[in-house]
């Protein structure tokens, strides 16, 4: 895997709601489908996708992802509805109906990529703990 596809998956990568998720637009091109196939895709088959798996950005969350990213023309033109956002059960249900080479090695890249994510959490959550457990000095105390 090259790391700039890893990269270029950590740049679609969003926080919303608490999740961490990859909008339709971005898993379409990721996927080498269409956004209308990726989300007719998801229509036929929507039993497969709980909310927990995947939703429907509101226009709220659909404007601020906007101011987060330089759009152009081009970009918003498509738009006539809000992005669906799935998180990584969700992208991983939608491997399993997309299952062509590119859908394969793109589902790899995104899973190693959410991974790297969460090695980056818990480090992070280390340290802050390591920080805590550290002995304060206090007015009235040596230390």
Known sequence: MKMENLVNVHSKIFEVRGRWVI???DLAVLYGVTTSALNQAVKRNLKRFPSDFMFQLTDEETEKWKSQIVMTKSVTMGMRRN????????????SGLLNSDV????????????????YHAIAELSLKSIEIAKPRNKIGFKV
Do not use: C, H, S, Y
Request: zero cysteines; aromatic letters at 4%.
């Open 23 to 25: 909008l339709d637009r």
């Open 103 to 118: 859908a394969i090695n793109a589902n790899i890249t995104i899973m190693r990529a959410e991974i790297e994510n969460l």
């Open 83 to 94: 992005p669906n956002a799935f998180t990584e059960q969700g992208v991983a249900m939608l």
